[in-house]
C-alpha cells in the first residue's frame, strides 16, 4: 500500500504512543512511565477539551481499592483509615499526576492510572462513606499523540507530518 514511512528520534524509532483524549495539553512521558522522551513533551491540545466525555468520574469501593492496591503489591503497608491513603499529591499544571503516597509507597500516577483503570492520568481524588471518587480529564495515559486532536487538526487542513511534528516535536524526523 504504497510508501512506508518511520518517525526517528537520532537515527532509531520513536516510541510513538497515542491516546484518545489529552487534558487540553499532552502528558510528558516520565509522569507515566518513568521515563523522558524528549520527544513525548508537553503538547497543546486545546481541542480536546470541547469532547462530549473530556470530563468523568471513576468511582470505587474502599473494599474494590484495597483488593486492587494488594493485587499490584502484595506488601503494600496501606494505612488502616482509608481517608489517610492518597496524601501529598504532586500534579503538574495541566492536572496530570506526578506522583501521590499511599502510606509509605510513592506511586507515579501512571501507576495509580494502570492499578485502578483511571480513565486518565490527569485526575483528583476524594474519599466519603467508604467510597473512592476519583474526578478525570481526557482519556488514556495522555501521552504523545492525541487522537481527537489530530484529528480536528486534519479537519482544519494540517498535513500529516504536520500534526505528527505538533505531537511529537521538531526534533524527530519523518521519513
Not at 466525555?53 to 493485587?71: D, G, H, I, P, V
Not at 488514556?140 to 487538526?153: D, I
Amino acid at each position: 500500500y504504497g510508501r512506508k514511512h518511520i518517525i526517528t528520534y537520532e537515527n532509531a524509532p520513536i516510541y510513538a504512543v497515542y491516546h484518545s483524549l489529552s487534558a487540553g495539553r499532552t502528558c510528558p512521558s516520565q509522569y507515566v512511565w518513568g521515563s523522558a522522551y524528549p520527544y513525548l513533551t508537553a503538547a497543546d491540545s486545546p481541542w480536546d477539551t470541547g469532547y462530549l466525555n473530556f470530563e468523568c468520574t471513576n468511582e470505587m469501593t474502599s473494599a474494590e481499592a484495597w483488593a486492587k492496591l494488594l493485587a499490584y503489591d502484595r506488601n503494600m503497608d496501606i494505612p488502616v483509615d482509608c481517608a489517610k491513603w492518597f496524601t501529598d499529591m504532586n500534579a503538574n499544571e495541566d492536572g496530570y499526576v506526578i506522583s501521590v503516597n499511599i502510606g509509605k509507597n510513592t506511586l507515579s500516577g501512571g501507576d495509580i492510572w494502570r492499578i485502578f483503570g483511571l480513565r486518565s492520568t490527569a485526575f483528583a481524588v476524594s474519599y466519603e462513606d467508604g467510597i473512592f471518587t476519583f474526578p478525570t480529564k481526557g482519556l488514556g495515559h495522555c501521552s504523545g499523540l492525541s487522537q481527537y486532536g489530530a484529528n480536528e487538526l486534519a479537519k482544519s487542513g494540517a498535513s500529516a507530518e504536520k500534526i505528527l511534528h505538533h505531537y511529537y516535536g521538531d526534533t524527530v524526523n519523518i521519513g
